[in-house]
Structures are given as C-alpha cells and as structure tokens.
T-cell receptor, first 117, second 110 residues
Framework: GAVVSQHPSRVICKSGTSVKIECRSL??????MFWYRQFPKKSLMLMAT?????????EQGVEKDKFLINHASLTLSTLTVTSAHPEDSSFYIC?????????????FGPGTRLTVT | TQLLEQSPQFLSIQEGENLTVYCNSS?????LQWYRQEPGEGPVLLVT?????EVKKLKRLTFQFGDARKDSSLHITAAQPGDTGLYLC??????????FGTGTRLTVIP
C-alpha cells in the first residue's frame, strides 16, 4: 500500500515556542491531506483538511491561527503549532488521500507525539 | 453533530474466544471503514464497506454494514494476542472526509 511519513516522530518543546510537523506521501501524489489529533486512549479528531495550493479547511473549534497548515506541494503538508502550550501536547496524525481502483482511500502516517513543557 | 458510537469501549478476552464490536450512528454514511491502531502508530485500514447489508471477510474478521448504512459490526473469530489494539470505525462524510468512531480497545490475553 501507499506510504505516508511524518517527521519528527517525537518532539519536546518549551511553552511559547512553535513546532513544525511534516507529512509526506512517499510514493503517490496527494491533493488532499488531513490532520488529526488524538488524546491518550481516545479516538481521532479531525482538525483540518489540507488542500494543495489553497487554504486549509478547519473543523469547528480548531484555531487556524494557532495550527497553521501549509500544503505547498502534492507530496508535502506541514502543521505548525504556534506558541505552544502544555494543553497542545498530543499525538498528531496526518493522512493523505489517494485514488485507487476501489475509490479514494486515506493512508495514515505514523503520528507525531508532541510534548510541551 | 454526527456521532459514531462504538461498543464496547474496552474489551478483554482470552485467546480463542469470539467477539463483536459495534459501530452505531444516527447518520447515513456513503461508506464506512474499519481501522486497527497500535500504540504510538497511525491507524491501518482493515476494510471499507460501501453497500447496505454488505458483508466482508478478512481471514478471522467479518465486517458487516447495516442495511440503512448507519451502523456496522466487526466480528473476530478465535481471537489471537496479535489482534490486540484499538479498533476504530470511520464514516465517510463525503469526498473521503472521515469521521471517526469513539474506538474499542481490545486486549487478547494469551
């Protein structure tokens, strides 16, 4: 199946700093990527839909100025957590949509664990 | 608000037992997907069901989509320790925009 990578896999940062997380589709082009947030032992919550060459679409309650999304190419989307606070600590997962013979499928990255101290 | 409720939330069983996980919603989805997630990793797609009443089998796993396309079930026969993980259903809201269920954490004890 298709491969999606995330970098870094783990990051620890101080409160008030910004952190950038990269999501790459390694062997296919993705016009649409998705960013999710997952709290411990909980399900995935969609934060935003990232569209190549246009502005991201944010879910209700997600601050677009805090979680900056850039989808600069067909294989790369980035999520920047600005002025991070301890409550932003979470597991962030991206996915990339690929067209297959059976219809569109989302392939998920391995996730990035962010800890804000 | 669309809500996909999974039950049970937690399940701990002995190796060799059978189990069923349910995914229920009041909304209709164009398709529904099931994922399994290991700790510290992203979800891995198990199956996609599209047609109401559809049944799909993946080795010891049987997936069913409700006739009204509002609910789904996952049945595992003769569970193995390797089946341990977080099982997530996800409904397609259109344009492959997924809405995830609340999750079922399965532990299979050897």
């Amino acid at each position: 199946g298709a491969v999606v990578s995330q970098h870094p896999s783990r990051v620890i940062c101080k409160s008030g700093t910004s952190v950038k997380i990269e999501c790459r589709s390694l062997d296919f082009q993705a016009t649409t990527m998705f960013w999710y947030r997952q709290f411990p032992k909980k399900s995935l919550m969609l934060m935003a839909t990232s569209n190549e060459g246009s502005k991201a679409t944010y879910e209700q309650g997600v601050e677009k100025d805090k979680f900056l999304i850039n989808h600069a190419s067909l294989t790369l989307s980035t999520l920047t957590v600005t002025s991070a606070h301890p409550e932003d600590s979470s597991f962030y997962i991206c996915s990339a949509r690929a067209a297959t013979s059976g219809g569109a499928v989302q392939y998920f990255g391995p996730g990035t664990r962010l800890t804000v101290t | 608000t669309q809500l996909l409720e999974q039950s049970p939330q937690f399940l701990s069983i002995q190796e060799g037992e059978n189990l069923t996980v349910y995914c229920n919603s009041s909304s209709v989805f164009s398709s529904l997907q099931w994922y399994r997630q290991e700790p510290g990793e992203g979800p891995v797609l198990l199956v996609t069901v599209v047609t109401g009443g559809e049944v799909k089998k993946l080795k010891r796993l049987t997936f069913q989509f409700g006739d009204a396309r509002k609910d789904s079930s996952l049945h595992i026969t003769a569970a193995q320790p390797g089946d341990t993980g977080l099982y997530l259903c996800a409904g397609d809201r259109g344009a492959n925009n997924l809405f995830f269920g609340t999750g079922t954490r399965l532990t299979v004890i050897p």
